[in-house]
């Protein structure tokens, strides 16, 4: 069965201060893993898709990575509003396969 | 373009009740994923519809269906609420489904009393 941990469960920074988002997954065989951004009382909005280990893709000031068996979100010098809990999900390989998700990430930073 | 509306936004039902929660698509995309949203167990999938047709269903019991309408649009049906079934209701809809990024609605907040 697939499985997705994410780490920390939550964290707190200061703006400007850079970390990093854990994603760590076990697949059969991957088709895609992914990762959301989720506000208070809305529903994910996506933010990447990657594909295959060494890809990176950016977005402002994310930047995700992928290996054979974990994914990070790098946040460089965040700001407020990137406070919101991030989510990833994996998808395996094969006909109308479900994506299953990780328990999320709640960041919070202060100004 | 319009975004994927859930219908309705709050809904509060009592042990034993059934339920039924809408969710309209983005025009053009043929997929409707439903994920359950709880703070212990995170997004849990529910079902996929394509093209009315159920293409893929999750560890839910029974109680728990769901159907596609030729509009695209969907419904999810939970009979004999229990305790356990509140959650937030997740829609997410995409033109094909696998592999691709999803659009995700704003949920219908469920408590069950």
């Known amino acids: 069965e697939d499985q997705v941990t994410q780490s920390p469960e939550a964290l707190r920074l200061q703006e400007g201060e850079s970390s990093s988002l854990n994603c760590s997954y076990t697949v059969s065989g991957l088709r895609g893993l992914f990762w959301y951004r989720q506000d208070p009382g809305k529903g994910p909005e996506f933010l990447f898709t990657l594909y295959s280990a060494g890809e990176e893709k950016e977005k402002e000031r994310l930047k995700a990575t992928l290996t054979k068996k974990e994914s990070f979100l790098h946040i460089t010098a965040p700001k407020p509003e990137d406070s919101a809990t991030y989510l990833c999900?994996?998808?395996?390989?094969?006909?109308?396969?479900?994506?299953?998700f990780g328990k999320g990430i709640t960041l919070s930073v202060r100004p | 373009k319009a975004g994927v509306t859930q219908t309705p936004r709050y809904l509060i039902k009592t042990r034993g009740q059934q339920v039924t929660l809408s969710c309209s698509p983005i025009s053009g995309h043929r997929s409707v994923s439903w994920y359950q949203q709880t703070p212990g167990q995170g997004l849990q999938f529910l079902f996929e519809?394509?093209?009315?047709?159920?293409?893929n269903k999750g560890n839910f019991p029974g109680r728990f269906s769901g159907r596609q309408f030729s509009n695209s649009r969907s419904e999810m049906n939970v009979s004999t609420l229990e305790l356990g079934d509140s959650a937030l209701y997740l829609c997410?809809?995409?033109?094909?489904?696998?592999?691709?990024?999803?659009?995700f609605g704003s949920g219908t907040q469920l408590s069950v009393l």
């Open positions: 997410a809809s995409s033109l094909q489904g696998a592999g691709e990024k999803l659009f």
């Open positions: 519809y394509f093209s009315e047709t159920q293409r």
């Open positions: 999900a994996v998808q395996a390989t094969g006909a109308n396969s479900k994506l299953t």
